[in-house]
């Protein structure tokens, strides 16, 4: 069963065995609509639930335009007790033409205008015995006239933390899994090792963190379905991170522990600007820089060639947890 963020009503998703229609046109305004309200809705939902359990600091927000249409409300915290920094961004914006990112597996898209949409968070929490975090949902169209719209969805979630705790990747991964399980069997896994591959930074040898989900190019089911497994991650974000900072955010941390957090920061900034297909859609198409440069971290340090001493828990993360495996 899956809850609509905006109602409260819970609805069961359609039979995973049924027909897929890949080609399902898209009404351009009472349908896009309905995503762009709920994408509204669900940042109020997280800004509020960050806000309450980091109590005496609130999200700065700024609104912004966009040069081809539509624009955006930037959310970010800053300077907290326990979120150092962090971001919640919701955006809609038009253009004349994709962006090389977004047509890259899709050349046959090269040309077309585009609408696209979503809410893109990160955490960055002060303290290194909790994660950081990292979610995104959101709707993509690509026009073209005398053709039917192609649209497709996409997003996840991921969690990179700096000392591992067995118990938090297991909840994190439980949560993802029943998120998905309403949609079929095979859902989770499949976008579980979509994530593993995805958040893995090549020059380096090594994953950002322990995963979570991660889809894209989404349209194989109608576009209800695959709206509302927008809605079950989306929802399950707060449900599948908070847990894992009230049980971390006032454990007693060193210097040295800070050390590591900021230098283990320095992967997440590699990631974001070499890798990441949101950062790079938003940089090629004009969008706003604050607002996409929101991810990054505030400190951060890189160390020439520094490994982590035998044993320790630093050297930990890198043996236990920064392996792909089965969380769940």
């Known amino acids: 069963m899956v809850t609509d963020a905006r109602t409260g009503k819970t609805t069961s998703p359609e039979n995973s065995s049924e027909s897929l229609d890949s080609h399902e046109p898209v009404d351009s305004h009472e349908q896009v609509d309905r995503v762009r309200q709920y994408l509204l809705s669900l940042q109020d939902a997280i800004c509020n639930a960050l806000e309450k359990e980091d109590s005496g600091t609130v999200f700065r927000e700024e609104t912004w335009d966009y040069h081809g249409g539509g624009g955006g409300r930037a959310r970010v915290i800053e300077g907290g007790s326990l979120f150092e920094k962090g971001g919640v961004n919701f955006s809609y914006v038009k253009g004349d033409k994709l962006p090389p990112s977004a047509t890259a597996k899709?050349?046959?898209?090269?040309?077309?205008?585009?609408?696209?949409?979503?809410?893109?968070?990160?955490?960055?929490?002060?303290?290194?015995?909790?994660?950081?975090?990292?979610?995104?949902?959101?709707?993509l169209i690509a026009e073209k006239e005398g053709a039917d719209p192609v649209w497709w969805f996409g997003g996840g979630y991921d969690l990179t933390p700096y000392y591992g705790f067995e118990e938090d990747c297991t909840h994190w991964h439980q949560v993802a899994r029943s998120a998905c399980e309403p949609f079929g069997e095979e859902v989770y896994p499949r976008y579980k090792k979509w994530c593993d591959d995805y958040f893995f930074l090549k020059h380096r040898n090594e994953p950002r963190g322990v995963g979570g989900l991660f889809y894209d190019d989404l349209n194989e089911w109608p576009f209800e379905r695959c709206f509302?497994?927008?809605?079950?991650?989306?929802?399950s974000y707060i449900e599948a991170y908070l847990p894992i900072v009230q049980k971390r955010k006032d454990t007693e941390y060193t210097e040295q522990n800070r050390y590591f957090q900021e230098y283990r920061r320095g992967r997440y900034v590699e990631f974001n600007l070499v890798y990441d297909r949101g950062t790079l859609f938003g940089l090629q198409s004009g969008g706003r820089t604050e607002s996409i440069l929101m991810s990054l971290p505030p400190v951060v340090r890189w160390d020439y060639n520094w490994h982590p001493e035998d044993g320790t828990e630093e050297a930990r993360l890198y043996n236990e947890f920064l392996k792909p495996r089965e969380w769940v």
């Open 106 to 139: 899709r050349p046959e898209l090269e040309g077309r205008s585009f609408q696209a949409m979503g809410v893109s968070l990160v955490i960055h929490p002060r303290n290194p015995f909790v994660p950081t975090s990292h979610a995104n949902v959101r709707l």
């Open 228 to 235: 509302e497994f927008m809605r079950a991650v989306g929802n």
